[in-house]
């Protein structure tokens, strides 16, 4: 349990580094070079195509008229661009978002590592590829486990606990294997998982509750329709940044977990009769990197002892 609290607390000042509040910008400029980008190329044509549908649409015909008689006879005009903008925004936002991910949890858990644990042998014990595909898997899983238990949502009390299980495994499942992915070995993995699962899987639940933030900054956005361009660079940002600290959480406990494994598994080797344990001193050499020998005694001659 202190350990829980411990990596809480250090994720949390974790934070406050100029690295990781850039990183959690990084969503910002990145959303802004998309939108350029695609303005740039692709606006004009983007929004005469939206007029042109408006405009031959036989449904919203009669709508038009009736505009138009009202002296709205040009409504397309403000309204395509409008439409353009609401369907291009959440496109953007989510490249966006998810290119940060992708890079932000390395970038976090070399963080960490450098500066708490630099001793940890890094042995690699999952590539990107099966990073890519753990976390697709475990997203199935809990798509298809939401969708099981929707029914039992009409209950009051669970519906308020069982998206949050749901959320908090896949949190935990995803977050902890990137996490461990470049120090531990597939073992070591397993066997943080058997030991830890229930901590983890309390991480997830309060990181999925955290995630929930942004979303009163959307649902803010949409009643103040006059703030939207400030609070939905907002939300971005504060998502971007509980994304930071779930990742940084996850790995100050589950890099801690590692050591106390690996320390753990040395001492027992060391209390067993016969164990020989691995040192990490190298033996002396000579110019060249040839290892020093001893003279062979059989050739040694006993006038030159």
């Given at each position: 349990?202190?350990?829980?609290?411990?990596?809480?607390?250090?994720?949390?000042?974790?934070?406050?580094?100029?690295?990781?509040?850039?990183?959690?910008?990084?969503?910002?400029?990145?959303?802004?070079?998309?939108?350029?980008?695609?303005?740039?190329?692709?606006?004009?044509?983007?929004?005469?195509?939206?007029?042109?549908?408006?405009?031959?649409s036989g449904l919203l015909s009669g709508l038009w008229n009736w505009l138009a008689s009202m002296g709205w006879s040009h409504v397309t005009d403000y309204l395509a661009p409008l439409l353009v903008v609401l369907a291009a925004v959440p496109v953007i936002v989510l490249i966006a978002l998810l290119s940060v991910a992708v890079f932000m949890t390395p970038a976090?858990?070399?963080?960490?590592?450098?500066?708490?644990?630099?001793?940890?042998?890094?042995?690699?014990?999952?590539?990107?590829?099966?990073?890519?595909?753990?976390?697709?898997?475990?997203?199935?899983?809990?798509?298809?486990?939401?969708?099981?238990?929707?029914?039992?949502?009409?209950?009051?009390?669970?519906?308020?606990?069982?998206?949050?299980?749901?959320?908090?495994?896949?949190?935990?499942?995803?977050?902890?294997?990137?996490?461990?992915?470049?120090?531990?070995?597939?073992?070591?993995?397993?066997?943080?998982?058997?030991?830890?699962?229930?901590?983890?899987?309390?991480?997830?639940?309060?990181?999925?509750?955290?995630?929930?933030?942004?979303?009163?900054?959307?649902?803010?956005?949409?009643?103040?329709?006059?703030?939207?361009?400030?609070?939905?660079?907002?939300?971005?940002?504060?998502?971007?940044?509980?994304?930071?600290?779930?990742?940084?959480?996850?790995?100050?406990?589950?890099?801690?977990?590692?050591?106390?494994?690996?320390?753990?598994?040395?001492?027992?080797?060391?209390?067993?009769?016969?164990?020989?344990?691995?040192?990490?001193?190298?033996?002396?050499?000579?110019?060249?990197?040839?290892?020093?020998?001893?003279?062979?005694?059989?050739?040694?001659?006993?006038?030159?002892?």
């Amino acid at each position: 349990m202190s350990s829980l609290f411990d990596s809480f607390w250090r994720a949390a000042a974790y934070c406050l580094i100029p690295r990781v509040i850039a990183l959690s910008l990084l969503p910002l400029l990145l959303i802004a070079i998309v939108a350029g980008v695609s303005t740039y190329f692709f606006w004009d044509s983007a929004v005469v195509s939206v007029q042109q549908m408006l405009g031959d649409s036989g449904l919203l015909s009669g709508l038009w008229n009736w505009l138009a008689s009202m002296g709205w006879s040009h409504v397309t005009d403000y309204l395509a661009p409008l439409l353009v903008v609401l369907a291009a925004v959440p496109v953007i936002v989510l490249i966006a978002l998810l290119s940060v991910a992708v890079f932000m949890t390395p970038a976090l858990v070399n963080l960490v590592a450098q500066r708490r644990f630099p001793h940890l042998a890094r042995k690699k014990g999952a590539s990107l590829l099966a990073s890519v595909v753990w976390s697709a898997l475990s997203t199935v899983a809990a798509l298809l486990a939401l969708v099981v238990s929707s029914p039992l949502w009409l209950i009051p009390p669970l519906v308020l606990l069982l998206p949050p299980l749901i959320w908090g495994w896949l949190t935990y499942r995803v977050m902890s294997f990137d996490a461990l992915s470049e120090h531990a070995s597939k073992e070591e993995r397993k066997e943080i998982f058997a030991r830890h699962r229930y901590s983890l899987l309390g991480i997830g639940i309060v990181c999925g509750f955290l995630g929930a933030a942004p979303s009163l900054v959307w649902a803010s956005a949409v009643v103040f329709a006059a703030a939207f361009l400030v609070l939905i660079p907002v939300a971005i940002w504060i998502y971007t940044l509980v994304f930071a600290f779930s990742s940084l959480w996850f790995t100050h406990y589950c890099l801690t977990a590692l050591e106390a494994l690996r320390t753990e598994r040395k001492e027992t080797a060391l209390e067993v009769p016969g164990t020989i344990v691995a040192t990490e001193e190298a033996a002396p050499t000579l110019a060249g990197d040839q290892p020093l020998a001893l003279p062979d005694p059989s050739v040694i001659k006993p006038g030159n002892n």
